[in-house]
């Protein structure tokens, strides 16, 4: 099968490195940015272009992977065709499609992709949803190929997992920046951090998160709060760790 790949970022690069390791043909990469399509295209061995209209018309599948504010405005320059058409974002409709395209669906990887940094697919949890029933099997396929996690799910139930996977780790992430940042303005090794991180992070795997919880903010320790309210000089991280304190006592109340 040969796969054309509409854009070239993070989730794009890791992706379509992963269908070419299973052995799926990646005959083209389509990025606006022809710099981004280069470096991709140089990796996977194959053309790119930034032109839409040039798009190979002969692949057996369409990876749409773009930003979600392009998506739309992408998916109608493209010229329709016979093949299979997909995006990998997690909050946005499957009907994106519907009126360009006969025949299309999702692929949608859970987890955060860096270009620079290698990824097993193996255990990521893969989404998809099809209009047809043969194109639903067709994608469990490919997906069961790249993963032993695949399954199906809606469009309103995938945007609300995105949800919760942008709690889980976007936010998350900004948290660790924002520690790491307390910790460089006081040159203290951020380092120091991880073995906390990752016992955190083990945590959940062997009970719930609400279990998990520790610190001041589940007892409101107000004399502990203030003296770090008091440390932050940035607006921002001292309404940011006051709301997050409010939540943590208040669903510690709730259980």
Request: aromatic share 8%.
């Amino acid at each position: 099968m040969k796969i054309v790949f509409i854009g070239a970022g993070n989730l794009a690069t890791r992706l379509s490195l992963a269908m070419q390791r299973v052995g799926m043909q990646i005959g083209q990469v389509y990025s606006h940015t022809s710099e981004n399509a280069r470096q991709l295209a140089v990796k996977l061995g194959c053309p790119w272009t930034t032109d839409l209209s040039a798009l190979q018309a002969d692949a057996d599948m369409y990876v749409f992977s773009l930003k979600d504010t392009v998506l739309a405005d992408v998916i109608a320059q493209v010229k329709p065709n016979n093949g299979l058409w997909i995006h990998t974002a997690g909050s946005m409709p499957m009907d994106v499609f519907e009126g360009y395209a006969a025949r299309y669906g999702v692929l949608y990887p859970l987890q955060t992709f860096s270009k620079g940094r290698e990824v097993s697919f193996d255990v990521i949890p893969i989404f998809l949803e099809a209009n047809t029933k043969k194109d639903a099997d067709y994608l469990k396929k490919i997906a069961s190929a790249l993963s032993e996690n695949v399954r199906f799910m809606s469009s309103e139930k995938r945007r609300s997992l995105h949800l919760a996977a942008v709690f889980a780790c976007n936010f998350t992430n900004h948290i660790y920046a924002l520690s790491y940042k307390l910790l460089e303005q006081e040159e203290i090794p951020a380092d120091v951090l991880l073995p906390l991180i990752d016992e955190t992070t083990a945590k959940i795997h062997a009970m719930p998160p609400a279990a998990a919880q520790t610190g001041p903010a589940i007892r409101y320790d107000e004399n502990v709060i203030n003296k770090h309210l008091a440390m932050l000089d940035d607006p921002d991280m001292k309404e940011i760790y006051q709301l997050l304190s409010r939540s943590i006592h208040k669903e510690a109340q709730n259980e």
